[in-house]
T-cell receptor, first 116, second 111 residues
Framework: ETGVTQTPRHLVMGMTNKKSLKCEQH?????MYWYKQSAKKPLELMFV???????ENNSVPSRFSPECPNSSHLFLHLHTLQPEDSALYLC???????????????FGEGSRLTVL | DAKTTQPPSMDCAEGRAANLPCNHS???????VYWYRQIHSQGPQYIIH???NNETNEMASLIITEDRKSSTLILPHATLRDTAVYYC????????????FGTGTRLQVTL
């Protein structure tokens, strides 16, 4: 138990569906992240929210839409996905300190998405 | 961020020390070395990090060479549960930590 909970753990959706992935952290952290892990590829950072403000977007397609309503919750809204978007989506959180030493990332167990 | 190079895979007998190397020859003075591991079908887990001194915690030891161009993660008594992909990452400390994971080393611990 890492203190980061992701739901659902598994999701199958068609290319025309709209779904959302949810992440909740119980650690009091001020930063949350979405990572994508495709088969046999390194983890890719998709989005970062620090103090509820999105601070980085690595040119992720617009069919992925993040939402961070507060520091404990993070969503990834999905619509009109492609089969190549099938992957493990991992949420993480950390307690960032301005100018200080990096604090460890705590990851959830991931949501495995299959797009048909 | 400095690039890291790790062997794609390693084997280790259970009970023996597992020594996982990482090269980071372009590391700059303010970059830390971080190690994470990912057990199959789980999210990555933080192990340890360091700047220039050797570090030890309950999970592992981190040995960083004097020139900081390489490091070694040591699991002193590997168990089957240590079978995982181990990632060595170099990153400047600061806000909104944005680690970039490479392909890592797949460690297989065997009986």
């Amino acid at each position: 138990e890492t203190g980061v909970t992701q739901t659902p753990r598994h999701l199958v959706m068609g290319m025309t569906n709209k779904k959302s992935l949810k992440c909740e952290q119980h650690l009091g952290h001020n930063a949350m992240y979405w990572y994508k892990q495709s088969a046999k590829k390194p983890l890719e950072l998709m989005f970062v929210y620090s103090l509820e403000e999105r601070v980085e977007n690595n040119s992720v397609p617009s069919r992925f839409s993040p939402e961070c309503p507060n520091s404990s919750h993070l969503f990834l809204h999905l619509h009109t996905l492609q089969p190549e978007d099938s992957a493990l989506y991992l949420c993480a959180s950390s307690q960032d300190r301005a100018g200080g030493v990096f604090a460890e990332l705590f990851f959830g167990e991931g949501s495995r998405l299959t797009v048909l | 961020d400095a690039k890291t190079t790790q062997p794609p895979s390693m084997d280790c007998a259970e009970g023996r020390a597992a020594n996982l190397p990482c090269n980071h020859s372009t590391i700059s003075g303010n970059e830390y070395v971080y190690w994470y591991r990912q057990i199959h079908s789980q999210g990555p887990q933080y192990i340890i990090h360091g700047l220039k001194n050797n570090e030890t915690n309950e999970m592992a030891s981190l040995i960083i060479t004097e020139d900081r161009k390489s490091s070694t993660l040591i699991l002193p008594h590997a168990t089957l549960r240590d079978t995982a992909v181990y990632y060595c990452i170099v990153r400047v400390a600061g806000t909104a930590s944005k680690l970039t994971f490479g392909t890592g080393t797949r460690l297989q611990v065997t009986l």
